[in-house]
């Protein structure tokens, strides 16, 4: 304690891995505040014995059973040095070295890094950290990330890489632009490089690898869009972007944040005019849209809802029509008529009209028009 106890316990702790734990537990005691000689010793040993890690499994155990996680936390080049050699340690290590790497991996996640420490990977990850690689396409390189940075930050590439050891991991659902800026989102904390083109697919990859994080940061970054673009100068464009947003959200993570933003601003800050010829334009041909598209853009119309109606007997109305298919019957079913009705009466004498003229009407088609004849008369009258 009087200056010689570093000095002296570093020169005793020698070669770490052939040590005893009353060893360790001795060196521990005598290291006293100087607990980073214990880190580097061990530092020391992998980074010269990366190749022979199946030795090291007691003495590594017992050290990241004792490590200081306070230490740690306020040692950051310290605990980087140890990610690194820990990669190194898993690029070269076999099945029998799985136990040490899963210890060591677990343990490093404890430590709560604070955001931006993984900045120093970004742009400077060699050979000895690289040892994940999303590939994007063929053609192109594929790109490297620091495993341990984005296990901390995503359960299911955590899996991927300690469950089911996997090194590569196919991106071709991604822009290269997005899986770079997912993979420097997850080493600074802050989605910096987020932007219109790259948007979605960012999006996409914080749920598919479950970053909840980066997904709510996604989700400002959606509400600020649509607050700054939805006005009465709203291009065709913007409208788009943001609608596709939402129609992937319902579709894929059946959720209806997006789509709630969007009728919100779109009602109270586009002109109604504008909104129905973008909702016209973006609907197009029913008869090729999935139901949740037409769901949307019903959402979205709100009191113009006639118009899809209109849309609905313009088809009905074509010769070479004979009878309802799956999207009539689901408009049918989805339109409130009623509305429709009190909006333009003689839109109901034309929709009858048509669906009278169909020639090959089959039982799912006349039950159907039944119960649509009840709950207009039920709502209607006769």
């Known amino acids: 304690s009087s200056g010689i106890n570093a000095e002296y316990g570093q020169s005793y702790l020698g070669d770490f891995i052939c040590l005893s734990k009353s060893k360790l537990e ?22 010269e014995h990366n190749d022979m890690i199946v030795q090291t499994v ?9 490590t200081y996680k306070d230490f740690m936390k306020k040692n950051f080049e310290l605990s980087r040095r140890l990610l690194c050699v820990i990669c190194a340690a898993r690029v070269k290590a076999g099945s029998n070295d799985l136990e040490f790497i899963l210890l060591a991996i677990d343990r490093l996640f404890s430590l709560e890094l604070p955001l931006g420490y993984g900045r120093l990977q970004v742009g400077n990850i060699d050979s000895v950290q690289a040892c994940l690689h999303f590939k994007v396409d063929d053609e192109e390189p594929m790109i490297a990330v620091n495993p341990i940075l984005l296990c901390i930050n995503s359960p299911v590439i955590k899996s991927l890489v300690t469950d089911q050891h996997q090194n590569i991991l196919e991106a071709d659902d991604f822009s290269r632009a997005a899986v770079e800026c997912f993979a420097e989102a997850c080493y600074t904390g802050k989605p910096e490089t987020v932007t219109v083109d790259n948007f979605q697919d960012v999006f996409k990859m914080s749920h598919a690898f479950k970053v909840d994080w980066l997904k709510k940061k996604c989700e400002l970054f959606f509400s600020n ?38 009728i919100s601003a779109a009602s109270s800050n586009i002109l109604p005019s ?9 609907l197009g041909d029913f008869e090729t849209q ?28 074509n010769p ?16 409130d008529l009623s509305v429709c009705f009190r909006k333009k009466p003689e839109l109901r004498k034309v929709l009858f009209s048509a669906l009278r003229n169909l020639t090959e009407v089959d039982r799912e088609d006349f039950r159907l028009i039944l119960e649509l004849c009840e709950r207009l008369s039920e709502t209607l009258g006769s």
């Open 58 to 66: 007691k003495n590594c155990e017992w050290f990241f059973k004792n």
């Open 225 to 262: 869009y649509v607050d700054t673009k939805f006005n009465q100068s709203c291009n065709y464009d913007d409208f788009v972007f943001a609608v596709d947003l939402a129609l992937f959200q319902m579709e894929k993570l059946k959720e209806g944040s997006f789509l709630s933003l969007i």
């Open 290 to 317: 999935s139901t949740c598209k037409i769901d949307i853009c019903i959402a979205l119309i709100r009191s113009d809802v006639c118009l899809i109606l209109e849309s609905l007997i313009q088809h009905l109305q």
């Open 274 to 282: 504008t909104r129905t010829k973008y909702i016209q334009q973006y």
């Open 320 to 335: 070479e029509v004979k009878c309802l298919n799956e999207k009539s019957r689901y408009l049918l079913n989805k339109l």
């Open 26 to 47: 001795l060196c521990q005691a005598v290291v006293r505040s100087d607990h980073h000689l214990l880190v580097e010793a061990l530092i020391a040993y992998l980074e």
